[in-house]
């Protein structure tokens, strides 16, 4: 499961680090995409595998509204530093500048901009809305 939460910085070329214990999880390939929020999420082999073998039995009208998430996908190999090159088409998207704030979702991680990030960590480490994850999960 990929938690915690990383405040990196993307270089000059646009790589960003990945955290190593979210590359050990993530495998020695992944995925990177546009999601529904102003962020970046990257997938792991397993789970990319699998949302192919959903889609491969869909019909195309089913398709459609799935196309911007591979059309925007990159193949990410991280470099002996633990780097991967963040396509500038995807950063302007979220709007990545310098710093990112990486987050572990349980299944999967996002890449956020870390002036995005901070107030949509305020509102969801509220005591409110934690109390209303924890009963989602029966805790």
Partial sequence: MMTGTY???????????VPANLRKLLGEEFYVTITGEKCLQIYSMDMWEKAKEKVAVMRQD?????????????????DTQGRIPIPQMLRDHVGLTKNVTI????????????????????VESSPESLADA??????
């Fill in 103 to 122: 987050v572990g979702t349980g299944l999967y991680a996002q890449i956020w901009d870390a002036d995005t990030y901070m107030p949509i960590h305020e």
């Fill in 134 to 139: 924890l009963r989602t999960l029966d805790f």
């Fill in 7 to 17: 405040n990196h910085t993307i270089d000059a070329k646009g790589r960003m680090f």
């Fill in 62 to 78: 089913q398709q459609k509204p799935l196309r911007p998430l591979f059309a925007n996908a990159a193949h990410c190999v991280p």
